[in-house]
C-alpha cells in the first residue's frame, strides 16, 4: 500500500503545490484508489509514476470546489485515454447531480461504466482484502472522512515442515493454512497453528479532511498506521480555524494522539505560511511534533510506503520524496 500526495494546498493552488487529491496504491492487484480530486488532479498524475489505467475508486470528502473540480475533467481522459473499464465513486448527497449536469453540459459520454455511490457512516466497500468506511467530520457542509483497512491474512505455511511430518498435500494443506486442527488418516491430530507463522496484521489508513477536531475524526483514525489529516492553519490562528471549520496543526496532532496512530502526516496547508512569512510551514510541524513527535509534513508527490507491523522495526523512515514543485 504506498500513499503518493498529488495535491497538499488548501482552498487555491500555489507554486509548489495542487489542491487536494491524494493516490492509494494496492500493487498486489494493480489497482488505484483516489481521495478527493481537486483541480489538475490528472496533471500530477501525469508528473507521477502512477498509471491511471489502474484507476477503479475514488472517494470524495466534500463537495468544495477544491476537492472535487478536478473529477469530471480526469473521467473523461480515462474514457479517452485511460483504458479503464469501471470507475466506482463514493461521495457526499449531490454528487451524482454534479457529474450527470458536467456530462449534460460538456456534451460528454463515458466509453466505461461510472457508478456513484452516496455514502452515510458505517461501512461503504468491502471485499476479501479491504473494508473501506466513513464518518461524517465537522465542515461548513457536509464532509466525510474515510479509513481503509486491509484484513488481517493467516501467516507463511511451513511446507517444508508439514512434508517433514509426512502430510499429504492438497485440501489439508489449506486447512492447516488457516489453523484448523486436522485428523489425518492414520489417525494423527495435527494443530494448523503449529504449521503457521503468525498473524499478518492488515494495514490501516484514515483520511480526514477537511474538519476541526471532532470524534469522527478520531473514530477513523483509532489504531491507524497512518493518518493523513488537514491541518491548514497554524495554532496562533485558531480563531480564524473555528470561524472556517478548519484545523490547526494542533487538533491534527490530537486526534492522532487520541486515535493512537503510528503515522501523522498533515496535508492541506493555508498559503498564508509560505516562506518568508511571519510563520512558515516549518513552525507548523513544530506546533503539531510537539504534541505528536511522529508527524510529518505531505508535499505534492511525495511518496509513502505503509509498512507492515512487522516491519517497523527495519525500515525506519517509510517516505520517498521524489519531488516537490
Same mark, same amino acid.
Not at 468506511?133 to 465537522?138: G, N, R, T, V
Not at 473555528?242 to 487520541?258: D, I, P, V
Given at each position: 500500500?504506498?500513499?503518493?500526495? #498529488?495535491?497538499?494546498?488548501?482552498?487555491?493552488?500555489?507554486?509548489?503545490?495542487?489542491? !487536494?487529491?491524494?493516490?492509494?496504491?494496492?500493487?498486489?492487484?494493480?489497482? #488505484?484508489?483516489?481521495?478527493?480530486?481537486?483541480?489538475?488532479?490528472?496533471?500530477?498524475?501525469?508528473?507521477?509514476? +502512477?498509471?491511471?489505467?489502474?484507476?477503479?475508486?475514488?472517494?470524495?470528502?466534500?463537495?468544495?470546489?477544491? *476537492? +472535487?473540480?478536478?473529477?469530471?475533467?480526469? /473521467?473523461?481522459?480515462?474514457? #479517452?485515454?485511460?483504458?479503464?473499464?469501471?470507475?466506482?465513486?463514493?461521495?457526499?448527497?449531490? /454528487?451524482?447531480?454534479? #457529474?450527470?449536469?458536467?456530462?449534460?453540459? !460538456?456534451?460528454?459520454?463515458? !466509453?466505461?461504466?461510472?457508478?456513484?455511490? @452516496?455514502?452515510?457512516?458505517?461501512?461503504?466497500?468491502?471485499?476479501? %482484502?479491504?473494508?473501506?468506511?466513513?464518518?461524517?467530520?465537522?465542515?461548513?457542509?457536509?464532509?466525510?472522512?474515510?479509513?481503509?483497512?486491509?484484513?488481517?491474512?493467516?501467516?507463511?505455511?511451513? +511446507? %517444508?515442515?508439514?512434508? %517433514?511430518?509426512?502430510?499429504?498435500?492438497?485440501?489439508?494443506?489449506?486447512?492447516?493454512?488457516?489453523?484448523?486442527?486436522?485428523?489425518?488418516?492414520?489417525? &494423527?491430530?495435527?494443530?494448523?497453528?503449529?504449521?503457521?507463522?503468525?498473524?499478518?496484521?492488515?494495514?490501516? $489508513?484514515?483520511?480526514?479532511?477537511?474538519?476541526?477536531?471532532?470524534?469522527?475524526?478520531?473514530?477513523?483514525?483509532?489504531?491507524?498506521?497512518? $493518518?493523513?489529516?488537514?491541518?491548514?492553519?497554524?495554532?496562533?490562528?485558531?480563531?480564524?480555524?473555528?470561524?472556517?471549520?478548519?484545523?490547526? @496543526?494542533?487538533?491534527?496532532?490530537?486526534?492522532?494522539?487520541?486515535?493512537?496512530?503510528?503515522?501523522?502526516?498533515? @496535508?492541506?496547508?493555508?498559503?498564508?505560511?509560505?516562506?518568508?512569512?511571519?510563520?512558515?510551514?516549518?513552525?507548523? $510541524?513544530?506546533?503539531?511534533?510537539?504534541?505528536?513527535?511522529? @508527524?510529518?509534513?505531505?508535499?505534492?508527490?511525495?511518496?509513502? %510506503?505503509?509498512?507492515?507491523?512487522?516491519?517497523?522495526? $527495519?525500515?525506519?523512515? *517509510? &517516505?520517498?520524496?521524489?519531488?516537490?514543485?
Amino acid at each position: 500500500m504506498q500513499i503518493t500526495f #498529488l495535491g497538499t494546498s488548501s482552498g487555491v493552488p500555489t507554486r509548489s503545490r495542487n489542491v !487536494s487529491s491524494v493516490a492509494l496504491r494496492l500493487p498486489q492487484r494493480a489497482e #488505484l484508489w483516489l481521495f478527493d480530486c481537486g483541480e489538475a488532479t490528472q496533471h500530477q498524475i501525469i508528473r507521477s509514476d +502512477i498509471k491511471i489505467s489502474n484507476l477503479s475508486r475514488i472517494f470524495i470528502t466534500h463537495m468544495h470546489g477544491d *476537492h +472535487i473540480f478536478g473529477l469530471m475533467g480526469l /473521467l473523461a481522459t480515462c474514457g #479517452l485515454a485511460g483504458n479503464v473499464n469501471q470507475v466506482d465513486i463514493y461521495g457526499p448527497s449531490g /454528487l451524482k447531480e454534479y #457529474l450527470q449536469a458536467c456530462c449534460r453540459y !460538456s456534451f460528454t459520454n463515458f !466509453s466505461y461504466s461510472v457508478k456513484v455511490h @452516496t455514502v452515510k457512516p458505517g461501512i461503504i466497500y468491502e471485499d476479501n %482484502e479491504f473494508i473501506v468506511s466513513c464518518e461524517q467530520l465537522h465542515h461548513r457542509v457536509t464532509a466525510f472522512g474515510y479509513r481503509v483497512a486491509e484484513k488481517d491474512r493467516a501467516g507463511r505455511f511451513d +511446507i %517444508e515442515k508439514a512434508q %517433514e511430518l509426512g502430510i499429504p498435500p492438497g485440501r489439508i494443506y489449506g486447512q492447516l493454512k488457516r489453523g484448523e486442527v486436522v485428523t489425518l488418516a492414520d489417525g &494423527r491430530v495435527i494443530d494448523g497453528r503449529e504449521l503457521t507463522g503468525p498473524v499478518e496484521i492488515g494495514r490501516k $489508513l484514515a483520511y480526514c479532511t477537511d474538519t476541526i477536531y471532532c470524534d469522527g475524526a478520531v473514530k477513523l483514525a483509532e489504531d491507524a498506521d497512518v $493518518l493523513i489529516h488537514e491541518a491548514t492553519f497554524a495554532h496562533q490562528d485558531a480563531e480564524m480555524a473555528f470561524q472556517r471549520l478548519h484545523s490547526t @496543526t494542533t487538533m491534527a496532532a490530537q486526534t492522532a494522539l487520541a486515535a493512537g496512530v503510528r503515522q501523522l502526516i498533515m @496535508t492541506h496547508f493555508s498559503p498564508r505560511y509560505a516562506p518568508g512569512n511571519p510563520i512558515e510551514l516549518k513552525d507548523l $510541524l513544530k506546533e503539531a511534533q510537539a504534541i505528536f513527535p511522529n @508527524t510529518c509534513m505531505a508535499s505534492d508527490l511525495m511518496n509513502y %510506503e505503509i509498512p507492515r507491523r512487522r516491519d517497523l522495526d $527495519l525500515v525506519p523512515d *517509510h &517516505r520517498k520524496n521524489v519531488g516537490s514543485r
